[in-house]
């Protein structure tokens, strides 16, 4: 792997996240960064991000929700969607949170491939969305 910085989201560094997550999901509008974000950089410029947020469930107990999972095109197939994917986990697991769930276009084949590799398992699916 290349000379990366993996760190916790900082807001000196939130236009360049939100142009990446942009220009990475051409359906997503950004204008907010979720506080539980961590970026990859390398010589001072965002080339990948990962965000999550915790749902409380009383049932099953809490969950992790991961979102936003980016690599800058130039720099996919290097490694670090991977890294941010373990710095999260490891950062869930300090706090006892052991279930994550994410979702992932299915023409979004590298993506796809990247979590079955990292251990996730494809769950079949029924998606609901509403625009209100």
Sequence with gaps: MGNYE???YRRKYKQEVIKLIEEC???ISASKVNSNTYIAVCNNE???NI?????????KGNIAYISYVCTKKEYRNRGIAHKLLEIVENN?????IHRIMLTSAYEKKD?????????YLKKESNIFVKDI
């Design 6 to 8: 993996f760190i916790k």
């Design 25 to 27: 999901f051409s359906n």
């Design 51 to 59: 965000s999550y947020q915790i749902i409380e469930d009383s049932y």
């Design 92 to 96: 869930l697991k300090e706090k006892n």
């Design 111 to 119: 993506a796809n491939k990247l979590y079955l590799n990292c251990g």
């Design 46 to 48: 965002v080339v990948g």
